[in-house]
Every structure is written in structure tokens, then in C-alpha cells.
């Protein structure tokens, strides 16, 4: 309890904070991960750093779009910058879609030579608003193969440097700019790209009417338009800004800590995401914290003022749309908050995109010292490092919350100053046809200011209960799998959470809906919440009731009417039914099995099974007639493509018999437990003969000299259900050590790229430390040394350890399954 302590000083304390010993702490190599994460909620409120200093690259979304965050200190006049780094932004000459509509011409069908010169006639051309596209978000539907457009535009100014194409297309694209060829590109891209325009193309600008013409090929997938011109807006640098000394940087399960040195001071830099899925009150309040600990560093008394900026770009889905800010005080907390114009509620879905509705917050208590203003990008850093006076801003583009405080003279007695971050997103996720609100609003009088006011209120019991928590999570992966495992869990863990929102459906249910990152951006997918289970059977399982809920909903409500489990729920944000393009039967039913019969084993009740019984028992029954021998169909790793007879899916299908079977055992029906135990046992020594290959186990039953990781199998060990003997675990594992490449066993023998979470189960089968180890200490060096700097992905290439796909998913949650079993061990 924090009693009556005033108010004001609660968020400025006198109290350095140190990496704690339970880190990972820098290597001297000066990587610990490929990237850092900052601010970590859900999918959208996200902020991350992409190198291994705080001060070389802008600060980013998970995504890789900027989402700036920019620190600032003040040491007797001289400024230094130890957070971020102001990223690119531009200027509209001719706007894209994105920004507003426009009017175009366009044909489907292949028009005459000299279509792209400026003197073409295109009278017989339909008019249209862009942008073109094949789904809800598109202006022009475009379902042919081929697309002409010509856009024509009127300057009174030619003299543009920095000319640039803004483009944005699905699939293959020529573009031309007064008759002259300016890009071209086979493939399609996710999101606008800048392009420089040659020389030649700028000379052809005039004064008056010119022309941007495109064709664009749809030769597959999904199609797409939008194009306009943009110019590259020149920072305004201030010479005088400085570089603060990174001295190190550590993470633990909830916090991100860098030291620096800026002139006469040190300087602590603590980012907290108090993501502690013990309380779900906590947990579910969209607020982080960024503390800043000064402290003289040679003795004397130092004048000291700190900033934060906070790019409005946290709010939108692209810098072009346009935002509204505002400063206003609510209690004892100054606030600034922005969001964008249109706040279109729900209205995007997919998986490279941002929030674009909802507003952010930047809180600090009210005080004279403090100063909350907001502006244009250009005019933050001098507005504090200058103390140049900026024009009021509270509408437009890419503007800065920005936030500075003076701590008076610092000695070498600390003085910390804490900002806080949030976002209410207001509305979360569409469930089934139903707009929910996030968790934290179940009670309708709670308000973001409450949520901020509360936050603040209980920062230092917050800090208490994550130092003890990292502790703990540090120390369980520590005495389960070492040093390297437990500074992978660490990496793992608010990745892993991050990746879902927690909301609640209109039967009462918890829902903790997964959004599948970097893939199709599907919603609650079971074959992801199936690698991510470990964290949570250990921390919570009610966070995994709440992953499964929602397909047990799917089925028992009649709205998906199949006699297996459903692949995913939608869609990210819009739960509304599933959309991934093919169903997974045996994959999911077993998984659904499996989960189920590991929330018992983890409680030590079958609870939650019986109140599925029903369900469960039509999956069973299909996993029963199905499961054994596969037919040709995808399986978790779809990456990989179809597989027919598949050993390991097949194992999925026997363990998760099995698991109905000890459900069906502790519910008290000892007459289905024999029987469907019997099956599964039966299937066990059958799979050992079909799969067998002399000294390891084959990729399917009909071909033999192929293998695979049978991740799978490790449920059998850890739920004690002894399906499979020992023996099969131990000649896998003696199998997989003359496999192994510099980062990691191969998935299997087809390909050599890995899944990092399936590695992690196949070591869990291993009977001693020494194996355990040899199979995971190239995850720890492909995670510390891999060139691809982006959150952690989960899919690489053994060979050199660069991403093939996927980051920042919730399935490294798995890397906790060395720990769930020996959680299941007591």
C-alpha cells in the first residue's frame, strides 16, 4: 500500500533502477535479441526497437512501420538523444487513396499504343475513384487480369526535389510519368513504397496538366491499385543534439532497461509492460510505463530536464491519415491524446495493419515543472532542445505529443520521472456480428483516465509484483533447462502475450483471441494457440480456456456445423467465423483433444471438459475414423504444403485419443476410457511398424529415407499417458543429433529451414540435460546472431539463421514447455 504519499510524487521517486539480476543481460557482442521490445499490449498497441542501440533507428510497430517514440535529456543546456530516431516522412504533391480520393480513367481491356503519353485520347476510358482492388476496402472492384489507369494532374510548381513514387500494388506493375517509364516491378508489395523517379521523368514535368499512367497484372492472389507522387520531407536536424552512450541494455519477462551516459549524468531508460497473466486486471490495463532515472556522474549538482515525444502515428494505420490531438488536465494527471479523424471503428481487417481508430494517451502528473504541448514532426526536437516556441498543432498529419519536465539539479541522489503510454481502443474485436469492448471496460463506468489515474496511483506496487515475477520466471526456465533456455523464455514471454487481446464474449466467457502475426492475420487460430499453450498452462490456464472458448462456441452454437474443429475464427480484429481458405481437420480436432486433456492434467479436475463433453466426444469420434493414416491434408506446418499419411499428424490424432480417453477416465466414464484407451494404444503399436525406417521414423508411413520432428509426442510424455514407449522418444532424439545445423534441427527432411517452438518440444522428449541442450543452444545462437532484425520470428533457416517467415507470434509462448513439464512433475 502506497498510503498517503502525495500524489505528484509518486512518479518521481528517488529510486535508481538497475538491471535486475534476473536478465538477460548484453553480451559483449552487444546482442541479446534481434529485437527489443518497448511497449507491448495487444497487435496494435505495439512499439519495438529493431537494433541492438536505442538511438540508431526510428522505434517501430511490430510490423516494421515507424511508430516513433523519441527521448531527449538536458544536462546543463546540452541536449542528448538516447530514444529513437526521427524516421522519414513526406509530402503530398499528387495524394494516394490512403490520404483522399481521387477521380482516374481507366480499361480493362488492352488499350492502343501510346496509352501512357500525355496526348492519348481516352475519351472511351471509364471514369472511376480509386483506389482498385478485389475486397470491402477497395473504390473500384478489379477482378480481370489486367488493369490500364491514367491519371491526369495539374502543377504549378516544377521544381521538386526528392520527387518520389508512392505505389502500392498486387501484382505486377509498370508505371510511367509523361510518357516515360519510371518503375516496374514482377510481384506485389503489402503496403505503399517510395520510389525515386529518374531525372529523366522530372524533366518531363510541366506546368500545367501531366499524366501518371499504370498497368497493373493480376496474376494471382488478391489484387490491388493506388499510386500518387510524394516529396521526402528534409528533417530539420538540430546540430546541437547529441548521441547519449549506450552503455547496456538488459530484458527481463516484463521490463526492457538501457543505461546511458549523457555528459555529467547517467541515465537509466526502463520500459515496463506490466503484462502479469496472474492478474487480469493489471494485465488487461493498456498502460506502460517509461521511467527515467538521473543521477549525477562525477559528484556535482547538474540542471536536468527530460523529454518524451510520442509520434500521433501510434493512432493510424498510415502517417497520411489525418489526426486530431489535444492537451487537458483529469485530476492530478496532465494528458495529451490523439487519434485519427475519421476513427473508422472495426472497419480494416488483415494482418499488416495498424489501429486506426481508438485514441493514445502520454500521461504525467500535473505539476509546474511539467510542459505538454503538441506539434508538427519537424518542430519537436527543437521545441525542447532550442526551447523554440512551436505553433500550436492540434489537427493533421504525423504530428508529436510531446512531454518535458524539469527535474531541477540532480546530485548523485537519483530522481526518476515516470511517463505513462495508453490506448483505448474503445471497441477490440467483432465477435460473431458483436462489437466487445476490451476487458478493463467490463465495468462501464471505467474510463482510460480512470485506468491512467489508477496506474499511477500503483507504480510501485506494480514495479514489485514484475521484479518478483521476472524473478520467478527466470528462475523456473533457469532450474529447467539453464541459462541459454531461460534467457530464450524471457525473450518469449511478452512477444507471446502480446499477440492476443483478452475481451470478453456475450455469454460471459473469457476470451484471449490470438492474432496471427506475419502470416493471414487470422483471428484465434487453433493450430497457433496450440505451439503457444506451454506459457499459459504454466502462468494461467484460464488465459488458454479463453483461446479455446471461442471454437468450442463456434461449434456448439451451430454456427460451424462440421464434425471437427474449426481452423480459426476470422480474420483479426473480426472474430465473426472462419475465413482461412481450407480446414485442417485432423490438426485441429487433436489439438482441441490435447489442450483440453493438458487444462486437467495442469488443474487437476476435468471441469473444463465436461462442460464440452458433447463436442469433444464428435471430435474423438473423428480423430477415431480419420486420424490414424492421414489423408493428403494440412497440417500446423501448411508452409510445407499437403502431406498424405503424415507420421507426425498422425501422432496428434493418436495422443489426443488418448487424452479423451483420461478426460472420459476422470469424469468417472470408466467404460469410454478403456475403449477409446485401447484404440489409442492399438494405433501406437501400429504407428511404430508403418512409420518405422531402421534407426528413426519416417516423414509418412509410405516413404521410407524421409524423417521429421515428431513435436508432437511430447504430450504423450508430459500428460504421462504412455501411449508410446520411451524407446521411440529416444530413437528420435539420437536420430535428430546427426541432423542438426549450425541454428537448429531442419523441420524435417524435405527442406532445411526449422519452426523454433516445434525444436523446443522436440528437445522436451530428450531423457537428459546434455541432449536438451545440444538441440536448443542453436536456437539461443540463431536468436542472438540472425540478420533478420525483427521481432522474434519462429521460422528459419538452419542454415544461416535468417527469417524465411513469421515474427513477432504468439507461439513462442511454447518455448515454456521445459517448464510445464516440470510443473507437471509435482
Known amino acids: 500500500m502506497l498510503g498517503k504519499r502525495p500524489f505528484a510524487s509518486l512518479l518521481l521517486g528517488l529510486t535508481l533502477l538497475t538491471p535486475a539480476i534476473d536478465s538477460v543481460a548484453q553480451k559483449a557482442s552487444g546482442r541479446i535479441a534481434p529485437a527489443y521490445p518497448l511497449v507491448t499490449h495487444d497487435p496494435y498497441f505495439s512499439v519495438w526497437s529493431f537494433s541492438d542501440s536505442l538511438t540508431s533507428s526510428p522505434t517501430k510497430h511490430w510490423t516494421g512501420t515507424d511508430n516513433s517514440l523519441i527521448g531527449l535529456i538536458k544536462v546543463d543546456g546540452t541536449t542528448y538523444r538516447f530514444l529513437g530516431q526521427p524516421g522519414k516522412s513526406f509530402r503530398s504533391i499528387l495524394p494516394a487513396a490512403d490520404e483522399e480520393e481521387y477521380q482516374c480513367k481507366f480499361t480493362e481491356s488492352e488499350p492502343a499504343a501510346g496509352w501512357e503519353n500525355p496526348g492519348f485520347n481516352d475519351s472511351q476510358w471509364k471514369t472511376t475513384t480509386a483506389p482498385f482492388g478485389d475486397n470491402n476496402q477497395a473504390k473500384t472492384q478489379w477482378h480481370s487480369k489486367n488493369l490500364w489507369v491514367r491519371r491526369t494532374f495539374t502543377l504549378t510548381d516544377t521544381n521538386l526535389d526528392n520527387l518520389l513514387l508512392k505505389l502500392h500494388h498486387d501484382d505486377n506493375v509498370e508505371v510511367y510519368l509523361n510518357g516515360e517509364k519510371i518503375y516496374s516491378h514482377v510481384g506485389w ?209 504525423h504530428l508529436v505529443l510531446n512531454t518535458a519536465v524539469s527535474l531541477g539539479k540532480v546530485s548523485t541522489t537519483p530522481k526518476e520521472q515516470v511517463f505513462m503510454l495508453g490506448y483505448d481502443d474503445q471497441y477490440s474485436v467483432q465477435y460473431f456480428g458483436q462489437n466487445l469492448k476490451p476487458w478493463w471496460q467490463q465495468d462501464a463506468s471505467q474510463t ?86 506451454p506459457l499459459y498452462l504454466v502462468y494461467n490456464p484460464d488465459l488458454l480456456k479463453g483461446m479455446l472458448n471461442g471454437i468450442f462456441y463456434y461449434s456448439e452454437s451451430g454456427k460451424w456445423k462440421k464434425p471437427f474443429a474449426a481452423h480459426d475464427l476470422g480474420t483479426y480484429p473480426l472474430a465473426n467465423g472462419q475465413t482461412y481458405g481450407e480446414d485442417m481437420p485432423v490438426e485441429e480436432s487433436g489439438n ?155 523441420l524435417d527432411s524435405r527442406k532445411t529451414y526449422t519452426k523454433s517452438d516445434w525444436i523446443m518440444w522436440t528437445a522436451t522428449l530428450a531423457d537428459n540435460r546434455q541432449d536438451f541442450d545440444a538441440l536448443v543452444n542453436p536456437i539461443y545462437k540463431f536468436a542472438t546472431e540472425t540478420p533478420s532484425r525483427v521481432p522474434l520470428n519462429d521460422w528459419h533457416e538452419t542454415t544461416n539463421g535468417r527469417m524465411v517467415g513469421f515474427q513477432a507470434r504468439s507461439v513462442v509462448g511454447g518455448y515454456f514447455i521445459k517448464v510445464l513439464e516440470q510443473k507437471l512433475k509435482k
Not at 328 to 355: E, F, H, T, W
Not at 458 to 467: H, I
Request: net charge positive; hydrophobic share 40%; charged share 20%.
Open 189 to 397: 508489395v503489402h503496403k505503399f513504397q517510395y520510389h525515386a523517379i529518374p531525372a529523366a521523368a522530372k524533366a518531363k514535368l510541366k506546368k500545367g496538366e501531366n499524366v501518371l499512367a499504370i498497368h497493373c497484372a493480376n496474376t494471382a492472389g488478391g489484387a490491388w491499385l493506388d499510386a500518387g507522387l510524394a516529396i521526402e520531407k528534409v528533417a530539420r536536424e538540430v546540430a546541437s543534439i547529441r548521441s547519449a552512450t549506450q552503455k547496456s541494455v538488459a530484458l527481463n519477462a516484463t521490463q526492457t532497461t538501457y543505461q546511458f551516459a549523457a555528459g555529467k549524468v547517467n541515465l537509466t531508460v526502463t520500459f515496463t509492460s506490466p503484462l502479469l497473466v496472474q492478474n487480469l486486471a493489471l494485465y488487461a490495463r493498456p498502460v506502460s510505463y517509461v521511467s527515467y532515472n538521473v543521477a549525477s556522474a562525477d559528484g556535482a549538482a547538474h540542471d536536468v530536464s527530460v523529454y518524451l515525444g510520442a509520434s500521433t502515428d501510434l493512432s493510424v494505420n498510415t502517417a497520411a491519415q489525418p489526426v486530431k490531438a489535444e492537451q487537458y488536465n483529469n485530476g492530478r494527471l496532465s494528458i495529451l491524446k490523439a487519434g485519427s479523424q475519421a476513427q473508422p471503428v472495426l472497419q480494416k481487417k488483415g494482418d499488416d495493419l495498424r489501429i486506426d481508430w481508438g485514441y493514445m494517451y502520454v500521461a504525467v502528473p500535473k505539476q509546474a515543472a511539467v510542459q505538454q504541448y503538441i506539434t508538427n514532426d519537424e518542430e519537436a526536437l527543437p521545441s525542447f532542445s532550442a526551447d523554440v516556441k512551436p505553433a500550436p498543432a492540434g489537427s493533421g498529419k
Open 592 to 746: 482441441m483433444l490435447i489442450l483440453t486433456g493438458a487444462i486437467a492434467k495442469a488443474e487437476g479436475n476435468a471441469n473444463y471438459a465436461k462442460k464440452h463433453w458433447q463436442t469433444l466426444t464428435t471430435w474423438a469420434e473423428y480423430l477415431s475414423k480419420e486420424g490414424f493414416d492421414p489423408a493428403n491434408q494440412l497440417c500446423t506446418d501448411d508452409f510445407a504444403g499437403h502431406l498424405a499419411r503424415n507420421a507426425n499428424l498422425s501422432v496428434k490424432a493418436i495422443v489426443g485419443l488418448g487424452c479423451y480417453a483420461m478426460l472420459a477416465g476422470q469424469l468417472g466414464d470408466k467404460a469410454t476410457a478403456q475403449k477409446y484407451r485401447a484404440m489409442a494404444a492399438d494405433m501406437a503399436k501400429r504407428w511404430m511398424d508403418m512409420a518405422q525406417d531402421g534407426d528413426h521414423y519416417a516423414l509418412t508411413f509410405d516413404k521410407k529415407g524421409t524423417w521429421s520432428q515428431k513435436y508432437n509426442l511430447v504430450w504423450d510424455k508430459l500428460l504421462g499417458l504412455n501411449l508410446f514407449p520411451k524407446a521411440v522418444y529416444d530413437k528420435e532424439i539420437r536420430y535428430y543429433l546427426t541432423k542438426q545445423q549450425p541454428y537448429g534441427l531442419p
Open 448 to 533: 482510460i483516465e480512470k485506468q491512467l489515474a489508477q496506474a499511477a496511483a500503483d507504480y510501485k506496487s506494480v514495479m514489485a509484483q514484475c521484479t518478483a515475477f521476472n524473478q520467478k520466471l527466470y528462475n523456473d526456465a533457469l532450474k529447467a533447462g539453464g541459462k541459454n533456455y531461460a534467457d530464450l523464455c524471457v525473450l518469449a514471454y511478452r512477444q507471446a502475450n502480446a499477440a492476443h487481446k483478452l475481451v470478453k464474449s456475450p455469454q460471459g466467457d473469457l476470451l484471449y483471441l490470438s492474432k496471427e502475426n506475419y502470416s493471414n492475420g487470422s483471428i484465434n487460430t487453433v493450430d497457433v494457440t496450440y505451439p503457444s499453450a
